[in-house]
C-alpha cells in the first residue's frame, strides 16, 4: 500500500474527478483502484490528497505532451524511460517502455535503453541524449562539456531546455513514486540482513587470515 492517506471522488476535486471518471472508468479509484491499462492507480489517488498538487503535476503532463514541444515524441520518451531506469522506479521505466513502443521504438532497442553504453541500435543524436540523461539523472547535472556539445549537435537550445526540464520532472516523479511506495514501485527493499544458520563462525575474515 501507498505510505500516504488516498483521496477520491469524495474529496470534492472536480479537476481530479473529471480524470477520474476516464482514468478508472466510473469506478470508485480507492475502494475499487486500478486503471484501464493495468496500474494500480494509487498515484492519482495520493497525489489528490492535496488539490493543487494533483493539478500542477497533471498539467504538466499536459505541457510535455503538448503540440507546442519541440523536443520529438521519441527523444522525450527516450529520456523518461532512461530516468525510471536509473532512479530505479518500476513505475516510471514500466510505463515508458510501453510508450516507447507507442511512438514505434523496436524491441531491441526498448531492451537496450538499460545497457545503452555498450549497445549499437542507437545512432548518434539518441546516444547524445542518453549521456546527457545519465548527466542529468546520476550526476545530478554534472554535465561534462563533451556531452553537451554533442547535444548542440543535434538539437536546438529549445530543443534542449525542454527535454532538460522533462527529464528532470520524472527524475522527481520516479523518487516520489520510489519513496511514498506508489503504484509498482510498492516493493520491498531487496537489500536487507540475510540470517545467518546457527552456530556459524562470525568472525569470517578471521578463518581466512588463520589459513
Not at 492519482?44 to 503540440?67: C, K, L, M, Q
Not at 523536443?71 to 510508450?99: D, N, W
Not at 535503453?113 to 543524436?125: G, P
Request: aromatic content about 12%.
Amino acid at each position: 500500500m501507498p505510505r500516504l492517506k488516498e483521496a477520491g471522488f469524495e474529496a470534492g476535486n472536480e479537476f481530479a474527478n473529471t480524470i477520474f471518471k476516464q482514468i478508472f472508468e466510473g469506478r470508485d479509484p480507492v475502494k475499487e483502484g486500478g486503471t484501464n491499462t493495468g496500474t494500480p492507480g494509487n498515484w492519482w489517488t495520493v497525489f489528490n490528497i492535496v488539490p493543487d498538487a494533483f493539478r500542477h503535476t497533471t498539467e504538466g503532463f499536459r505541457f510535455y505532451r503538448s503540440r507546442n514541444r519541440k523536443i520529438s515524441p521519441q527523444m522525450r520518451e527516450l529520456g523518461q524511460t532512461r530516468a525510471g531506469y536509473t532512479v530505479g522506479s518500476q513505475f516510471v521505466y514500466s510505463q515508458h517502455c510501453k510508450a516507447c513502443r507507442h511512438w514505434g521504438f523496436s524491441e531491441e532497442k526498448i531492451s537496450a535503453i538499460a545497457h545503452w553504453e555498450v549497445s549499437d541500435c542507437f545512432d548518434a543524436a539518441e546516444r547524445s541524449l542518453l549521456a546527457y540523461t545519465d548527466a542529468l539523472v546520476l550526476q545530478l547535472g554534472r554535465v561534462p562539456e563533451g556531452v553537451f556539445d554533442a547535444m548542440k549537435k543535434h538539437f536546438s537550445d529549445e530543443e534542449i531546455l525542454e527535454f532538460t526540464y522533462i527529464t528532470c520532472t520524472y527524475m522527481m516523479h520516479a523518487i516520489m513514486s520510489r519513496a511514498l511506495r506508489l503504484e509498482f514501485d510498492d516493493v520491498d527493499d531487496p537489500v536487507v540482513e540475510i540470517d545467518m544458520p546457527p552456530n556459524a563462525n562470525l568472525d569470517v575474515m578471521r578463518v581466512i587470515d588463520e589459513a
